[in-house]
């Protein structure tokens, strides 16, 4: 069974949607990182025809199909592009078609969806959502007609509490047997419905207001695993020799002075803080004051973090990185949450899932620490767990 992801680069509405950050992750990479934790894929893919759109997929992990112009055109349909993936991929029995425009996707639901196809012995299962909305038939303009109810009875019109609503597809995702997809359908043979809760059946070609969606994701997206581990790389900003005296004369840095109150936050909530630097820097940073284990003369980063995790039992997806420069790149690739100040390298910001507003030295510490709390919060809420 392969989970896979269309995303074409040309959409007429955003210009690279599929890719455009939202709320701290590309917009595709809220489905692929809902695909790779179920664990109920043997490949997750992403079809596309866009270079930097394959770059964000593999970024995430996953495997790419370089699609075709045939089935890369505005006219193309999913069902196309889907059977051309299948006749480059003979080893693929089932696909799982998710939709890049759904963000809020959990893998809960992808689990007993899975189920559904392997143990249950339908042949497809696609997803819907239960609407409270009552129809009325179109009348078009220049036709002198009235309008008639569809779906209800205006002299007996019920209480929403009273009425069960209907089923409408939401488009998050649709599942099907190859045989099925070669014959034309994606919904056929024993075929049966997902009913989604209407707070995760966000879709982005509807909510075009991308602050609203953010807010959305926020409150109802899946965030991936808890995060126990919160590494800050200060190499470059923190460790950039600047310093000042205090009014007692004594040696002060310039750097993030906020950065206490993050770290504070992040220990409140259970979250291990740790500093690292490849620069023999202890002075400056014992200057700042900040409450938390610092390891400075680093020589490989990326080792010493899978060394720190190893002690603590943890998986890289529980930890959260925030780096500077290029040294960074591989551990911001690894970490389950990842970012950069505003004012980083280029190649640090193309491999973080967050860029903050704020430079380095002021502010980022503060603002990606409340950025994983936030996730944090939301992912307890959704787990049922009480936060401080």
Not at 32 to 55: M, N, P, Y
Not at 235 to 254: F, V
Not at 359 to 380: D, P, R, S, W
Request: charged content about 30%; hydrophobic content about 35%; glycine content about 8%.
């Amino acid at each position: 069974m392969a989970a896979l992801v269309l995303a074409r680069g040309g959409s007429k509405g955003i210009p690279l949607k599929n890719i455009k950050p939202l709320a701290g992750l590309p917009l595709i990479g809220w489905v692929l990182r809902a695909a790779i934790d179920s664990g109920v894929f043997q490949s997750v893919w992403v079809s596309t025809d866009h270079d930097e759109i394959e770059k964000v997929a593999k970024k995430f992990g996953v495997k790419v199909h370089r699609r075709s112009a045939q089935v890369s055109k505005d006219t193309s349909s999913s069902l196309e592009t889907i059977q051309e993936f299948l006749r480059h991929h003979n080893e693929v029995d089932i696909i799982g078609h998710i939709q890049a425009t759904s963000p809020c996707l959990h893998p809960d639901d992808l689990i007993k969806v899975s189920k559904m196809i392997r143990e249950d012995g339908y042949d497809s299962v696609f997803s819907v959502v239960r609407r409270h909305l009552f129809r009325w038939s179109e009348i078009k303009k220049g036709v002198n007609k009235v309008t008639t109810p569809q779906n209800l009875d205006p002299a007996k019109r019920p209480r929403r509490q009273d009425w069960d609503g209907e089923l409408y597809e939401n488009g998050s995702f649709y599942f099907a047997k190859k045989d099925l997809i070669e014959k034309n359908y994606l919904q056929g043979g024993k075929v049966i419905y997902y009913e989604m809760c209407a707070e995760c059946s966000v879709d982005i070609d509807i909510d075009i207001d991308w602050p609203i969606a953010e807010q959305r994701v926020l409150r109802y997206g899946y965030l991936g695993k808890e995060i126990k581990l919160l590494v800050c790389s200060i190499d470059g900003w923190l460790t950039n020799g600047h310093s000042c005296l205090s009014e007692d004369q004594k040696e002060k840095s310039s750097g993030d002075d906020r950065g206490a109150d993050g770290i504070s936050l992040l220990k409140k909530r259970g979250v291990e803080v740790w500093l690292i630097s490849e620069e023999e820097c202890s002075k400056t940073i014992s200057a700042l004051k900040l409450d938390c284990e610092v390891k400075v003369s680093v020589t490989h980063k990326r080792q010493v973090i899978e060394d720190r995790r190893n002690k603590m039992s943890l998986s890289w997806k529980e930890v959260a990185y925030l780096g500077y420069e290029e040294s960074d790149v591989d551990c911001l690739r690894e970490a389950g949450m990842s970012g950069v100040p505003a004012d980083a390298c280029a190649a640090a910001q193309k491999a973080a899932g967050y860029i903050c507003k704020s430079n380095g030295g002021h502010g980022a510490i503060q603002e990606f620490a409340e950025y994983v709390c936030l996730l944090m919060k939301t992912v307890n809420l959704a787990l049922g767990k009480k936060t401080k």
